[in-house]
């Protein structure tokens, strides 16, 4: 693990590393609230690495510190549950594998990520920000799962100032990291820089599922310039380098219910609930299979003033998130309709 100022939840990934790891090792880059001493204090070996802007330098030198056969790597807000560290101890005692590819989940989105490494393959991190591993060698597939359980918000401006340090030392981003760096401009509403170098990146290789994702950011990125037209043509883009994706189907349905298009809109919501591989690599948001698309579809039928259906598909809305204020207010809306007709 590397860490800096994480006292408020690092007993509780440390906690669960101690279950499942032999070894727990934490890299502390600068922590002034004690996240150290906690660490210690529960049987973790703590070391120390002055942060240069480098993600990966810091991951590479805490596996330079491991010593076990297999080298798993956490964040300090992460979450192991009892079953999958049962899970990751019964892979890692079953027959060798190079990389193990586990399901990192959190804030609603799920996807697949090199987890654990065989340490004498040599592994190296790469990237200053999104830091990453190329795996090689067997690689197995676990459905073992990670809870990212974030307690405070992030420095929205953190990773893309890294990106610009980097760049200003005349560091080259690769397709990868230009993709991720595009995404960086967008979350930090530099909307036009962004559409720049995401479209350099669609011009160039990188993998199919960075591509599609970056039509949709090119879509928000348009939209938030007023460019409906272009908006809607970056997000159709997307269908050139991977099947319609639940939340980009959602997103051209909502196009055509507000233009009144409703067998359009029917049409898009119904494909969204064909749901997404995360075995694909991509990032999976499961409301957009289900929940979105259901409270879609109620307002579909409400235009059509078919309400009993309304109901059905709203139910549908609930099922998925019972507590949504939104399906909630539907329900009543609805059987006033009925009432009333």
Known sequence: MIVRDEAAVIARSVGCALKLADEVVVVDTGSSDGTADIARSLGAKVSFFKWRDD?????????????????????????????????????????????????????????????????????????????????????????????????????????????????????????????????????????????????????????????????????????????EDGALAALVRAFVYSRPRPRDCCLLASHFLKSGALAEAEYWYTRAFDGEDIGSGAFVEEEYSSYVPALGMAAVCDRRGDYASGIRWNGRALAARPQSKVALANADYFAQKLKNN
């Open 55 to 227: 993600f990966s330098a810091a991951r590479n030198f805490s596996f330079s510190l491991a010593s076990g056969e297999y080298v798993m790597w956490l964040d300090a807000d992460d979450v192991v549950e009892e079953a999958d560290i049962a899970a990751v101890r019964a892979l890692v005692e079953g027959p060798p594998f190079d990389v193990a590819m586990l399901v990192y989940s959190g804030g609603g989105v799920a996807y697949v990520r090199e987890r654990i490494f065989r340490r004498a393959m040599g592994f190296v991190w790469q990237g200053v920000v999104h830091e990453a591993v190329v795996p090689r060698g067997r690689v197995v597939y676990s459905p073992a799962k990670i809870v990212h359980k974030k307690e405070r918000a992030a420095d929205p401006t953190r990773n893309l100032f890294i990106y610009q340090k980097a760049i200003a030392r005349g560091v080259c981003l690769d397709e990868r990291h230009l993709f991720y760096y595009g995404r960086e401009l967008y979350y930090c509403k530099m909307y036009s820089q962004a559409v720049s170098v995401l479209q350099s990146f669609l011009a160039g290789g990188g993998w199919a599922v960075n591509k599609a994702e970056a039509c949709r950011v090119l879509y928000f990125c348009r939209m938030a310039e007023g460019d």
